[in-house]
Nanobody
């Protein structure tokens, strides 16, 4: 398993931008599919975006499509979530998650149960 540490959260006004980073330990980061999830108070954890081990495949929840971009730098063991045009409803704790992949599969994963490693989360608050 990898250890994950998120950073980059904070308070921003509606319409603003934030860039979240998730740094992973371990030498096999490039073999992991990654995901960003979020959880608002009283709600279930939901997928925001996912990316394959190579970065060649991505997935976005409808609620963030066109506003958020997931990317990764395997040389830096880091996955990013660029969030633009933020809305108050984007307020949540954001988590990154990792799942080991087999071979060169570009498969994406979107359910929390699909991922075996989680970061501690970073708070994103969007004011209106």
């Amino acid at each position: 398993q990898v250890q994950l540490v998120e950073s980059g959260g904070g308070l921003v006004q509606a319409g603003g931008s934030l860039r979240l980073s998730c740094a992973a330990s371990g030498r096999t980061f490039s073999s992991y599919a990654m995901g960003w999830f979020r959880q608002a108070p009283g709600l279930e954890r939901e997928i925001v975006a996912a990316i394959s081990w190579s970065g060649g495949s991505t997935y976005y929840a409808d609620s963030v499509k066109g506003r958020f971009t997931i990317s990764r730098d395997n040389a830096k063991n880091t996955v990013y979530l660029q969030m633009n045009s933020l809305k108050p409803e984007d307020t949540a704790v954001y988590y990154c998650a990792a799942r080991a992949t087999l071979g060169l599969s570009e498969r994406l994963y979107s359910a929390p149960g699909d991922f075996g490693s989680w970061g501690q989360g970073t708070q994103v608050t969007v004011s209106s």
